[in-house]
């Protein structure tokens, strides 16, 4: 059987018998400072910190204070997990002007009319519509896995925008698709091909380009960047890249220099 709870503890007055509660310092009848050397002592297990003393007497003279604090709290609560869900929904959703995927048939054979035009004894223009490119990445990307575990690859695709390629990934993560996509600025600096990182985003939730600028944040692409080591490579031999709206033109070095 449970013992029986100590019995609080009071302070009566020296000057006027006035009964107080142990946590007064002053009597409150008459206002004459109280002998808290009478108090008895218990364990401190039993007896309230003085932290805790101030807490309660807190609540008891106004209580209202803790109930604005819990609707404050609950209230911020929600707010998160309202911010949680929508950015959820969005991430799911598909972004607009995801090229659809189409029936192989007469493709352009990119590599080896990029390989002649780096050849060429003099600086070659070349171009390839965006229509060309994804069927390129449709063949040469293979659905595989990344290095993010039950995360795996669909395909690939690209979309030219004035000045930008905007690269993009469709995964599958447990079965469910999730579209990842990063726009690159391109354009050779010091004779070598350089991309930069503009804007990028999880479905239709966009992602600030300094979290993707971060070690790892291109690791839904990682495996992509790996499969086209070849086109990377070829693209360094370029003097020029121009990006148009559904197209790109290269123009070699030639291969004198």
């Known amino acids: 059987m449970a013992s029986n709870p100590p019995k609080p503890a009071n302070l009566p007055c020296p000057q006027c018998s006035f009964v107080n509660e142990a946590e007064r310092v002053y009597c409150h009848n008459c206002g004459a400072k109280l002998d808290?050397?009478?108090?008895?002592?218990?364990?401190?297990?039993?007896?309230?910190?003085?932290?805790?003393?101030?807490?309660?007497?807190?609540?008891?003279?106004?209580?209202?204070?803790?109930?604005?604090?819990?609707?404050?709290?609950?209230?911020?609560?929600?707010?998160?997990?309202?911010?949680?869900?929508?950015?959820?929904?969005?991430?799911?959703?598909?972004?607009?002007?995801?090229?659809?995927?189409?029936?192989?048939?007469?493709?352009?054979?990119?590599?080896?009319?990029?390989?002649?035009?780096?050849?060429?004894?003099?600086?070659?223009?070349?171009?390839?519509?965006?229509?060309?490119?994804?069927?390129?990445?449709?063949?040469?990307?293979?659905?595989?896995?990344?290095?993010?575990?039950?995360?795996?690859?669909?395909?690939?695709?690209?979309?030219?925008?004035?000045?930008?390629?905007?690269?993009g990934t469709e995964n599958s993560i447990f079965g469910y698709p999730i579209h990842a996509e990063i726009s690159f600025l391109v354009e050779v600096k010091a004779g070598k091909f350089t991309t930069s990182i503009v804007a990028g985003n999880l479905g239709r939730l966009a992602v600030d380009p300094r979290l993707l600028r971060l070690p790892y944040g291109e690791i839904l692409f990682q495996s992509s960047w790996d499969a086209l080591k070849h086109e990377r490579e070829q693209m360094d031999k370029m003097e020029r890249v121009d990006v148009k709206k559904g197209e790109i033109t290269l123009v070699t070095k030639g291969g004198a220099r």
Not at 77 to 93: G, H, M, N, S
Not at 151 to 165: D, K, L
């Open 36 to 167: 808290r050397s009478l108090l008895p002592v218990h364990d401190e297990q039993g007896e309230d910190s003085p932290a805790r003393a101030r807490k309660r007497i807190s609540k008891m003279t106004n209580p209202k204070t803790g109930f604005v604090f819990q609707e404050v709290k609950a209230l911020f609560k929600v707010e998160i997990a309202a911010v949680v869900v929508a950015a959820l929904f969005l991430i799911a959703q598909k972004p607009e002007g995801v090229p659809e995927v189409k029936k192989a048939g007469i493709q352009r054979l990119i590599n080896s009319d990029m390989m002649e035009a780096i050849q060429s004894p003099k600086p070659s223009l070349i171009s390839f519509t965006e229509e060309e490119v994804n069927q390129h990445l449709q063949k040469v990307i293979k659905p595989q896995d990344t290095l993010i575990p039950g995360v795996e690859v669909s395909r690939v695709y690209a979309e030219f925008t004035p000045g930008v390629i905007r690269m």
